[in-house]
């Protein structure tokens, strides 16, 4: 085994996704069962996590899918129950799951006082608790054995700021913000051979912002325009173009890395604008 094969070894590490029939999550995943992993396909209907692991599956991987809600512990725990039945074990634990909603966005033609707090309660719930209250349950099988990695999706909304999408930006501020604050605890309570770290896409075209960002005959909206005019490479990312930059944070090759939020954005996060 070459030294880059060794350092970057994934092969049979059991990685859970949340989320993980997503947009993101489906690239993601993709990569890491090309890479040997054995994943574990958690969203909230039972048909789209089994039909994703089927997709893996055909391609020659391995996988499950598991029906979980981020937002309820009973169903975690009886996720993780039917995980180390299967595999005895989680090497990895990816909070794919979240996502936006219109209330607590503010349009355009609209203010902050215009702002529905039950919408902003829902998107802080499913982007913030919802990484938390796995990494509770998932987390705690690495904890005991003193090793895994941990990783969440951050945003560029997290800062500085993006316009409008207020609850979003403060959900995924708050997913930054305790990445470092959990690599911190891991590492003092648990040891090095927990790692917690995030990937900050920057704008990948998806069903939460396809009308947002292009207009139905593929040209871009004065958003869309006004994202590609502050990232330098010019264009949105393509889903698998994160997979690399996660094999590299869940590998060996990182083990001296924890609590970092990695750009993965074409320069935009670099860039002034100006
Ligand atoms: N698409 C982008 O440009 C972009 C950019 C930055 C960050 N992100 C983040 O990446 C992550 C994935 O985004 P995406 O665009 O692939 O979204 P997506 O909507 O395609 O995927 C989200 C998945 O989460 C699942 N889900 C929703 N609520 C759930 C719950 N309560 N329990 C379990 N599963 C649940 C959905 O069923 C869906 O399969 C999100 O956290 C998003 O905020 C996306």
């Given at each position: 085994m070459s030294y880059i094969e060794q350092i970057f070894k994934l092969q049979g590490k059991v990685v859970l996704i949340t989320g993980g029939a997503g947009v993101l999550a489906t690239a993601i995943g993709d990569g890491l069962a090309a890479a040997g992993c054995k994943l574990v396909i958690l969203d909230l209907e039972l048909e789209r996590a089994e039909n994703r692991a089927q997709e893996i599956s055909n391609k020659g991987g391995e996988a499950i899918g598991l029906a979980a809600n981020v937002l309820?512990?009973?169903?975690?725990?009886?996720?993780?129950?039917?995980?180390?039945?299967?595999?005895?074990?989680?090497?990895?634990?990816?909070?794919?799951?979240?996502?936006?909603?219109?209330?607590?966005?503010?349009?355009?033609?609209?203010?902050?006082?215009?702002?529905?707090?039950?919408?902003?309660?829902?998107?802080?719930?499913?982007?913030?608790?919802?990484?938390?209250?796995?990494?509770?349950?998932?987390?705690?099988?690495?904890?005991?054995?003193?090793?895994?990695?941990?990783?969440?999706?951050?945003?560029?909304?997290?800062?500085?700021?993006?316009?409008?999408?207020?609850?979003?930006?403060?959900?995924?501020?708050?997913?930054?913000?305790?990445?470092?604050?959990?690599?911190?605890?891991?590492?003092?309570?648990?040891?090095?051979?927990?790692?917690?770290?995030?990937?900050?896409?920057?704008?990948?075209?998806?069903e939460q912002n396809r009308r947002l960002l292009t207009n139905e005959d593929g040209s871009f909206t004065p958003r869309g325009q006004d994202v590609i005019r502050k990232t330098p490479m010019g264009r949105f990312g393509e889903a698998d173009e994160l997979s690399g930059a996660v094999m590299y944070l869940l590998s060996d090759a990182a083990k001296f890395v924890t609590g970092v939020v990695l750009p993965i954005d074409g320069g935009f996060s670099a860039f002034s604008g100006v």
């Open positions: 309820e512990e009973d169903s975690l725990e009886k996720a993780r129950e039917a995980v180390l039945a299967k595999y005895g074990g989680i090497d990895a634990l990816i909070n794919g799951a979240g996502g936006n909603m219109p209330g607590a966005t503010i349009g355009p033609d609209q203010t902050f006082f215009d702002l529905k707090i039950d919408a902003l309660r829902k998107v802080m719930d499913l982007n913030f608790i919802g990484s938390v209250l796995p990494t509770m349950v998932f987390g705690k099988v690495m904890a005991d054995k003193k090793s895994g990695s941990i990783l969440n999706i951050s945003s560029m909304a997290a800062g500085p700021v993006i316009t409008r999408v207020m609850g979003y930006s403060a959900s995924k501020a708050g997913i930054s913000n305790f990445t470092q604050w959990l690599a911190t605890e891991m590492a003092q309570k648990f040891g090095e051979g927990i790692r917690v770290n995030a990937i900050a896409p920057g704008f990948f075209i998806g």
